[in-house]
């Protein structure tokens, strides 16, 4: 196989998640017990969490968590978590 065949195949390989059609960060909500706060990850703080949010980060925390772009979703399923 000639180089440009590897290339093209890598390429065809790598997973369709890391791919965004809006451009928006995903950012991974956490929760800080120590301090009592809401935080993202990699970065920043959310402006609010509500009570939908919560109950969902907390059933859903060991499996796959809870995202935002411009809507909170499960990371795993990407399913709209309805604030």
Not at 16 to 26: I, N, Y
Not at 27 to 48: A, C, I, Q
Request: charged share 20%; net charge neutral.
């Amino acid at each position: 196989m000639n180089s440009a065949t590897i290339i093209i195949a890598i390429i065809l390989l790598l997973p369709a998640s890391q791919q965004s059609s809006d451009g928006l960060e995903r950012k991974v909500l956490s929760y800080n017990p120590t301090y009592e706060f809401w935080f993202f990850m990699p970065t920043g703080r959310p402006d609010h969490v509500s009570k939908n949010v919560e109950e969902a980060y907390w059933a859903a925390r060991t499996k796959g968590g809870v995202c935002y772009t411009n809507v909170w979703f499960y990371c795993k399923t990407g399913i709209k978590i309805e604030e």
